[in-house]
């Protein structure tokens, strides 16, 4: 008998968790949070948009990663638009992950450059100082997360280019690299759909990949475009462990989608727009923006991920 399932993820109660007036200075919104564990804190690393319309990155830590989060008193990565003339425009959408193997965090961010927005490396060991490593890809490039081990002694990252060519989609592609600076041996690892599924013509990575003992878990963004503007909805995706080049399943439906005020209504509207997971056991907690505006929490249980995606692979199905 085919399993039954509820809605995979359940919005804490209390969203949204961070908005602009929690933010120690003035700005125009926070959303589109990174994180990552910390010892025992769980902590974001947020998008603020400023006044001007500029992005930079502030960190806040929580214990429990739910509620009293402790914010910078000030921006934590400001863009650096002297030594890197690519940050021009801003640093937005960090994605975070945990490189054991250096002892150190990798944050992978778009830099909105006067040519397009690109992808960016920064490296840290406290999020308090930051190297900049500058450009890993050129414009147009963004959604871009690093895996936390080498394949065959290769770094690997997802991303999506998004070609000027018409009417080809903008996919996720995956990269290797021997040193996290120099990438190649790029390909197209899922597709956007076409038509009228709700992934069709442009999708992109969201948190990092989550390693499980099923594979790489991948959470994705699908932009549904319609006669009143776009949806963003999330949907799933599993790799092999080994090969992160197979794509084992994805999902046919989606998993998560604008339903409340605070995600429909915003500087843009009808946006979830995750950067962050983290796990503790088997729970699962997913920070993601908020119609461009605010930062709001939802959990999950991977086992149950896992089991729904199982019972959802469209990926024999035509597209
Ligand atoms: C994407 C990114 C995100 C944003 C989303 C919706 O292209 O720029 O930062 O949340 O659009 O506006």
Known sequence: MKRQYKDLFTRYAGNPI??????PYLA??????????VGDDTLLLMRVEDRRGIS????????????????????????????????AWGIEDPRITRIEELDL??????????????????????????????????PEDKDAALFPVRFNGRWAMLHRPVSA??????HIWISFSPDMKHWGDHQVLIPARRGGWWDANKIGLSPPPLQTEKGWLILYHGVRTTG???IYRLGLALLDLE?????????????FAPEEDYEISGDVDKVVFPCGWVTKGDTLRLYYGGADKCIALATAQVPEMLDWLEDHNSLHDGD
């Not at 961070?18 to 933010?23: A, E, F, L, Y």
């Not at 930079?56 to 934590?76: C, F, N, Y």
Request: charged share 20%.
């Open 243 to 255: 090969d992160p080049t197979r794509v084992l399943a994805r999902s046919d439906e989606w998993v």
């Open 105 to 138: 965090w990798a944050v992978v961010y778009t830099a909105y450059s006067k040519a397009g927005p690109l992808v960016s490396l920064a490296t840290t060991r406290d999020f308090s100082t930051f190297e900049h490593r500058g450009v890993v890809t050129p």
């Open 228 to 230: 009143s503007g776009c």
């Open 56 to 87: 930079h990155l502030t960190a806040a830590r929580s214990r429990e990663g739910v509620s009293d989060w402790q914010i910078d008193p000030g921006p934590t990565l400001l863009p650096d638009p002297v030594t890197h003339p690519e940050e």
């Open 165 to 170: 060519f018409a009417n080809v989609g903008a």
């Open 18 to 23: 961070i908005q602009v007036g929690d933010i």
């Open 28 to 37: 125009n919104s926070v959303f589109n949070a990174a994180a990552t564990h």
